[in-house]
């Protein structure tokens, strides 16, 4: 399953899942108002939407951070002041600014740019939310009133069965749809967070007279925003940022889960320190982007990995090297055949149409074309050694097979593939 899949169809099971246990549990005697579950209960998405903010601040991610901040703030509300009818007051005021505020700072949050906690810009999406509180009580104090007349109004014509405004739906409907194109596009764990948060605090406010639902929506977007900081973090560990592929420490995790036959192909960019020197290291990485491109749209069942450098793995499971000779050729060809175009950037075409047409114009004449060399190796035991024919070799062994195989490669001229 993709990774853009999985961006979205998370917080849906988050928003499916807190709902599923809100209505197995939550109208029964196993959480009464008395008991030390019913306790636990409550207090569950303050642990986790804190702990979502700790994770967060250290992983210097200051989009969730502050959304998790106002998570936290919006659920204080909850449980300090709307335990009794929205017709009192406050009650009624806070939830109708609730329900506008909510939405219109994911909205913000889902705009903002990447950005450090230790940034200006960082600490002030941290702390909009308890600083929006502080001004908001201020104004009470001083009128009571304020906001009564419109919240009441609000109230008193919600749409779908609801407590919501006509322009609280509105909000909603641009935050979900914002969030769930920002998760087609830019495909990172935020959009996917944001996307949950929506649709959990629409189902809180929209039913908020159902017991405990509040507990229950906050909790899961406490676990939501939670499991996405952790998924991204792991993917900074193991995932390669120039090339977007698995890293080497990601190769040695997939070794481990290797129980069969395997082969494993070494490939390396050709004369790649000429093209730095030549043309820069903005137009080297640029190469390396092509290549991991490639060895992803031609591989055929291979995995491609970063191993170093201009350095790159191919894993093949379940393939022996006979079985793997023919992608590997088509690999180099399609890398072979790639017109890779050096341009000034000063004069760079900024109309789309322009561009396209020198484009379509580097294909015919090209700069400068890449090549690369390939060494290739199996985990199957030579023919002559009857005693290890059924048993795979160690991962460590092929990889240095490989590796051997593409030092042949490179002396036999480069730009071909040798096996072991």
Not at 263 to 287: L, P
Request: glycine fraction near 6%; hydrophobic fraction near 45%.
């Amino acid at each position: 399953m993709s990774s853009t899949r999985v961006r979205l169809i998370t917080p849906v099971i988050c928003a499916s899942a807190a709902l599923l246990l809100r209505y197995q549990f939550a109208d029964k005697s196993l959480i009464d108002a008395t008991s030390h579950l019913h306790f636990l209960l409550l207090q569950l998405p303050y642990i986790l939407l804190a702990l979502a903010v700790l994770i967060a601040v250290l992983s210097n991610h200051a989009q969730e951070a502050g959304a998790t901040v106002s998570l936290l703030c919006a659920y204080w509300l909850i449980q300090s002041y709307l335990q009794s009818p929205l017709t009192a007051q406050p009650a009624s005021q806070i939830f109708y600014l609730l329900t506008l505020f909510t939405p219109a700072l994911i909205i913000a949050y889902a705009l903002l740019p990447p950005i450090s906690c230790r940034q200006i810009q960082g600490l002030v999406a941290i702390l909009i939310s308890p600083l929006i509180i502080i001004a908001v009580a201020g104004l009470l104090a001083i009128e009571p009133q304020l906001f009564l007349h419109t919240a009441t109004s609000a109230l008193a014509n919600g749409l779908i069965d609801s407590h919501l405004s006509t322009l609280t739906w509105a909000l909603y409907l641009i935050a979900t749809s914002l969030c769930v194109g920002l998760c087609l596009y830019r495909q990172q764990s935020a959009d996917s967070s944001l996307l949950g948060c929506a649709l959990m605090s629409l189902i809180t406010y929209g039913w908020i007279q159902l017991n405990s639902i509040s507990a229950f929506m906050f909790a899961g977007m406490g676990l939501l925003i939670t499991i996405n900081l952790t998924i991204s973090l792991l993917q900074i560990g193991y995932r390669d940022d120039l090339t977007q592929i698995g890293n080497r420490r990601a190769l040695q995790q997939a070794a481990k889960t290797l129980r069969g036959p395997y082969t494993i192909a070494m490939v390396d960019a050709d004369y790649f320190k000429k093209i730095n020197d030549q043309f820069g290291h903005d137009f080297g990485d640029q190469a390396l982007r092509v290549i991991a491109t490639l060895l992803k749209q031609t591989a055929d069942g291979g995995k491609p990995f970063r191993y170093g450098g201009e350095e790159f793995c191919l894993l093949f499971k379940g393939k022996s090297q006979q079985q793997v000779l023919d992608t590997l050729e088509a690999i180099r060809q399609a890398i072979a055949n790639y017109d890779m175009v050096v341009r000034d950037k000063k004069h760079r075409p900024t109309k789309l149409k322009q561009a396209e047409k020198r484009r379509g114009a580097s294909r015919r004449k090209s700069d400068l074309r890449l090549t690369v060399s390939i060494g290739v190796a199996s985990s199957d035991y030579s023919s002559r050694d009857n005693r290890n024919r059924d048993k795979p070799r160690p991962f460590d062994q092929v990889l240095r097979s490989a590796d051997q195989a593409l030092y042949r490669a490179k002396a036999k001229g480069r730009n071909c593939i040798q096996a072991a």
